[in-house]
């Protein structure tokens, strides 16, 4: 059997106890949840999901593009597009 070993993590407050209350709603504690991503991280050598910010999403890109192309075609400026 494996040795066990303790580890520290910092996690906001908020976080922290919406993760325990998601995580009992599947009867684990917030050490098995870790250690079940921990796990399955090792066993895939990546980490298991999607990491996604929605900046990147494709419309936000296509909407940044447009105001770019606005911007240098000299039909609004920075300016204009911050206030709207």
């Known amino acids: 059997m494996a040795d066990n070993i303790n580890v520290t993590i910092r996690l906001d407050k908020e976080v922290k106890e919406k993760a325990e209350a998601l ?16 796990r399955q991280a090792v066993r895939q050598g990546k980490i298991p999901f999607e990491i996604y910010d929605p900046f990147y999403s494709e419309n936000n890109q296509a909407r940044l593009n447009r105001a770019i192309e606005s911007i240098e075609a000299g039909k609004v400026t920075a300016h204009d597009l911050i206030e709207n």
Request: proline fraction near 0%.
């Open 23 to 38: 995580f009992n709603e599947f009867g684990m504690n917030l050490s098995t949840a870790f250690n079940v991503f921990a």
